[in-house]
């Protein structure tokens, strides 16, 4: 299993997954075809979580994401946060800037649907 490094354009993420246990996405995620941006990176974490890291860190920037890369990451995190039932340790930071209610709230919601705990952490 390799890492996953996908430089970010107009419509899609920043993407570093790593092995090592930390996995992040910054910029905006608006691809036109979600499902064949996604798809990608969700085998990826389907495979990691197989045998994943004993802590895994996950880092979510995003400044804005459509509602079909809104269901992609909450498969992302649905998946991960999946792992603690085996008893590994997720830690999610969601990001967000400085009056983007918008962006909090989702993060809100996912923390809400997916029963876990996540870092809201604020920048300007």
């Not at 691809?31 to 798809?39: L, R």
């Not at 969601?94 to 923390?111: F, K, P, Q």
Request: charged share 25%; with cysteine.
């Amino acid at each position: 299993m390799e890492d996953i490094i996908i430089e970010s354009t107009k419509k899609t993420p920043n993407v570093d997954f790593s092995t090592n246990g930390r996995i992040r996405m910054n910029g905006r995620s608006t691809p036109e075809d979600a499902g064949g941006f996604y798809v990608l990176l969700l085998n990826w974490i389907y495979e990691y979580c197989k045998n994943p890291n004993q802590t895994t860190v996950v880092d979510i920037e995003l400044e804005y994401f459509n509602s079909a890369s809104a269901k992609y990451i909450l498969l992302i995190l649905r998946e991960l946060v999946n792992v603690t039932d085996k008893g590994y340790k997720v830690e999610i930071n969601w990001h967000y800037e400085v009056g983007d209610d918008d962006i909090l709230e989702r993060g809100e919601y996912y923390a809400s649907i997916l029963d876990t705990e996540i870092n809201f952490i604020e920048f300007e």
